[in-house]
């Protein structure tokens, strides 16, 4: 069974750098059809997708945070990581991880992690 | 980027009402559309891919189609577990990117 699992700090001092982990168990991070995903959710707001990335490296990011995103991948500890530099107090929110699946001509977000709540204060 | 405009942003209905929400992409998207439930507290889930592509487990009352780049998802007879908030994402090109949401309240 194929589980996501978020960790990292529940508070970040603002300018200073997110940083989140995925934890995937019962994948392959490295397994070609799959695409390893970032979310956010602003407090009682909707969904916003942070970024992502392929097996291969190759990396995508929401044209809105793309100048302070970065996501790696780690096959060897199956995780990949979030980092979101230079934070205010409008990137609190509950973080995600999911899986996106693609199949044929088909996608969707398969597998989320439970979400962590990341608040951005002094 | 692609602008996903869903409609209504709140409902409000009765057990055993018929539920149609619609998502407008603002440029084609094929059937890379999925719909996503979500419930305080948890992460979302998939309810429908492809545009009409029931996810295998989730209820036959629901149900999508498409016609153009116009979405929707009906669901055909309310039962109280469904009173949620409900998302379209498209899936055509990079951003991906998500619909407002709907949240279906109890009347």
């Known amino acids: 069974q194929v589980q996501l699992q978020e960790s990292g700090p529940g508070l970040v001092k603002p300018s200073q750098t997110l940083s989140l982990t995925c934890a995937v168990s019962?994948?392959?991070?490295?397994?070609?059809?799959?695409?390893w995903s970032w979310i956010r959710q602003h407090p009682g707001k909707g969904l916003e997708w942070i970024g992502g990335i392929y097996h291969s490296g190759t990396t995508y990011y929401s044209s809105s945070l793309k100048s302070r995103v970065n996501i790696s991948l780690d096959t060897s500890k199956s995780q990949f990581s979030l980092k979101l530099t230079s934070v205010t107090a409008a990137d609190t929110a509950v973080y995600f991880c999911a899986r996106e699946v693609m199949a044929g001509d088909s996608s969707q977000f398969d597998y989320w992690g439970q979400g962590t709540l990341v608040s951005v204060s002094s | 980027d692609i602008q996903l405009t869903q409609s209504p942003s709140f409902l409000s209905a009765f057990v055993g009402d018929r539920v149609t929400i619609t998502c407008r992409a603002s440029q084609g998207i094929s059937s890379y559309l999925a719909w996503y439930q979500q419930k305080p507290g948890k992460a979302p889930k998939v309810l429908i891919y492809?545009?009409?592509a029931l996810k295998s487990g989730v209820p036959s009352r629901f149900s999508g189609s498409t016609s153009g780049t116009e979405f929707t998802l009906t669901i055909s007879s309310l039962h109280p577990e469904d009173f949620a908030t409900y998302y379209c994402q498209q899936l055509n090109s990079y951003p991906r990117t998500f619909g407002q949401g709907t949240k279906v309240e109890i009347k």
């Open positions: 492809a545009a009409s």
């Open positions: 019962g994948a392959s991070l490295s397994r070609p059809g799959y695409y």
